[in-house]
């Protein structure tokens, strides 16, 4: 017998979780300042502080024209296969499939990019749904990418976690109803992260396996 609801479930973000784009990201970023606005060295620390938002979002935040998006995107493609995968993902990600969880990514990114970044990292195949910020109303911090990438896949909050390295995800998980872990590997800002009151912190990703043992009865699919 187990009490409570059943853990099945894992939600995670992508950048600073699965793979650890910040280099690649700030090259992107530059590239795109430089085009649109200028010459002068491009404010990457400040657009970091922003982790977790749509980049709409954060160029609104930080007054800088949208224009600066085509670029930035164009530049994200055509560096995806030099973005690393964090180490011990692979693993995770393999071991949480074999011990029957459900997996999807909620990210900040647009999914058409996400979903492509992942095929390019040979991650894809390990998740059910990756949804991305431009496919829900409201992105994070709002709870509706984590509650539609759950109904997608077929479960529920109170038997999900969701992973994210950025304040904005664990504020998302928790209006989700979702248990929320901060991922310490590749974030931007720890202490901030841990001000934002996770309910648990992982220092690597196989940390997470000790929230996640198997499901019972049901395995995956």
């Known amino acids: 017998m187990t009490s409570g609801p059943v853990r099945d479930a894992v939600v995670f973000d992508l950048d600073g979780v699965l793979v650890d784009s910040h280099e690649t990201m700030g090259r992107a970023f530059a590239v795109a300042y430089a085009e649109v606005v200028g010459d002068e060295p491009a404010p990457f620390a400040e657009y970091q502080r922003y982790q977790g ?6 160029m609104r935040r930080m007054g800088l024209p949208l224009e600066m998006e085509e670029p930035f995107v164009r530049e994200s493609y055509r560096l995806a296969d030099q973005v690393p995968v964090c180490d011990g993902v692979f693993e995770l990600l393999e071991t949480l499939r074999d011990r029957g969880f459900r997996l999807a990514v909620a990210t900040g990114k647009a999914g058409p990019r996400a979903r492509s970044l992942l095929t390019t990292l040979k991650l894809i195949e390990y998740f059910d749904q990756v949804v991305g910020s431009d496919e829900v109303a409201h992105p994070k911090p709002a709870p509706d990418i984590v509650l539609r990438a759950l109904g997608l896949i077929g479960a529920r909050p109170d038997g999900a976690v969701m992973v994210g390295d950025a304040p904005a995800d664990i504020r998302c998980a928790r209006d989700a109803g979702v248990t929320s872990v901060a991922a310490t590997w590749a974030t931007v800002d720890e202490d901030d992260l841990l001000r934002s ?4 912190v992982i220092r690597s990703p196989l940390e997470l396996l000790a929230l996640c043992p198997p499901v019972p009865v049901r395995g995956h699919g």
Do not use: A, H, R, S
């Open 53 to 58: 938002l749509y980049f709409p979002e954060i």
């Open 197 to 200: 009151g996770p309910d648990v």
